[in-house]
């Protein structure tokens, strides 16, 4: 492929992106709908436009960490302390209920296995997929409605990161079951070391930024220095503690959102999200979509693993959140938010094919509930938000 062909593809994503997502604002939808809908018409799945490629893959990368990188500087610092505890337990319940979930609905399908044998540990890798959590595409959908600062809206984004701590905790566990290769004991050790790495650097940045900010008030070079501290964060997660770089983006927002210029750096950063960076991560999750290969079985399994990962999600964060005494309508909307996957999930399977826990036949099954959620979730909260309005939890 020519190296210039990009631009082509880059010009059709953006205009596509554009013009579905203005449909989906007439239709009363939220904008991302319509740009996950651009790429499964320009895509493979329909038009074959655009294919996916090594460097529209990196660029939805880019896109979804500067979208956490935002949603971290967007976020009350006082609020996600104060709903911390909360979180934490919703979080342990949505991937629970999703982990037992997935891996009752394999068994049922194919049969229970003996604990140890290899269908048991893919059975088990089926509900670890189900336990990610995509909260880029409920960052995007609050956000739209001004809904993200909220009670409600801090719970879900808190309780959707520790939700990928902890499925990341459990991924490695089934894998180091699999393969004596990973040692999951260290995957916890390099989990808890991140988030003490994070604390102590985050107060030091904090400090400089501050400083900064007081002497040099509303000038660019305080949200380059917010991006490239945003990537650093991103790649040291990913690189040095295994933790996913979305996790470090989010933290290096969490550093900023205290400063003054906070909405200033939140700013700038929207510009490059809106106009590229955003669409192409949207867009790349209907790229993904191929449906070739597929037979009955495998759609009926689809349908029923999209139905059971759905409902679980609700059922556990949802249930939770009233417990922790969140009102019905705000408990719903907490359950429904966390329901959505992407690119944890993605990766998640992406693994499991690597070492032989998931088949690529059932890799349909993960695209199809990324989309039905990652299109789903928006609608269902703008629903919920228009009928439930601001009741937060007593």
């Known amino acids: 492929m020519e190296a210039y062909s990009i631009f082509k593809d880059l010009a059709i994503i953006i205009v596509a992106a554009k013009i579905f997502g203005i449909i989906a604002r007439k239709c009363k ?14 895509g493979p799945c329909m038009l074959g ?5 090594d460097f529209l893959l990196q660029m939805a990368e880019i896109g979804v960490v500067l979208l956490m990188f935002s949603a971290g500087l967007e976020t009350d610092l006082k609020e996600l302390l104060k709903t911390g505890p909360i979180a934490f337990l919703i979080a342990c319940a949505g991937v629970f ?24 540990y893919k059975a088990v890798f089926m509900g670890t997929i189900m336990t990610a959590t995509s909260v880029s595409i409920t960052v995007q959908s609050l956000r739209e409605m001004g809904r993200l600062k909220g009670k409600v809206g801090t719970t879900i984004l808190s309780a959707a990161i520790i939700d990928d701590v902890i499925g990341i ?16 004991v260290d995957v916890i050790i390099s989990t808890v070391l991140f988030f003490v790495f994070a604390i102590v650097v985050g107060y030091v940045c904090y400090k400089v ?21 945003c990537f650093a964060l991103a790649y040291i997660a990913e690189e040095f503690f295994g933790i996913a770089d979305i996790t470090g983006a989010y933290v290096a927002g969490i550093i900023l959102c ?19 960076f955003g669409p192409v991560f949207f867009a790349s999750i209907g790229l993904k979509t191929n449906i070739d290969n597929i037979d009955s079985s495998i ?9 059971v990962a759905l409902i679980a999600k609700i059922i556990g964060c949802g249930l939770v959140a009233k417990i922790c005494k969140f009102s019905w309508g705000d408990s719903l909307k907490v359950g429904v938010g ?47 938000y228009a009928k439930h309005g601001e009741a937060e939890p007593a």
């Open 49 to 53: 436009l655009v294919d996916q490629t």
């Open 258 to 276: 205290s400063i003054k210029d906070s909405e200033y750096i939140a700013e700038k950063m929207d510009i490059n999200s809106y106009m590229l």
């Open 299 to 307: 759609i009926a399994f689809s349908i029923a693993f999209v139905i």
């Open 97 to 120: 209920i999703p982990l037992v979930g997935g891996t009752l609905l394999y068994m049922g399908f194919y049969g229970a296995s003996p604990w140890g044998s290899e269908e048991f």
């Open 169 to 184: 905790i459990v991924l490695t566990f089934v894998i180091g079951f699999k393969t004596p290769d990973s040692k999951p």
């Open 338 to 384: 966390m329901m959505t996957r992407g690119e944890v999930a993605l990766i998640v399977s992406q693994k499991g094919l690597s070492v032989g826990l998931l088949s690529p036949v059932y890799f349909t099954a993960v695209i199809l509930l990324i989309i039905v959620s990652s299109i789903c979730t928006p609608i269902i909260l703008k629903v919920l």
């Open 209 to 229: 930024f501050k400083w900064v900010d007081a002497k040099y008030p509303h000038t660019r070079r305080i949200p380059i220095a917010g991006l490239a501290l």
């Open 29 to 42: 939808a939220p904008q991302v709908v319509g740009e996950i809908i651009a790429g499964l018409v320009i």
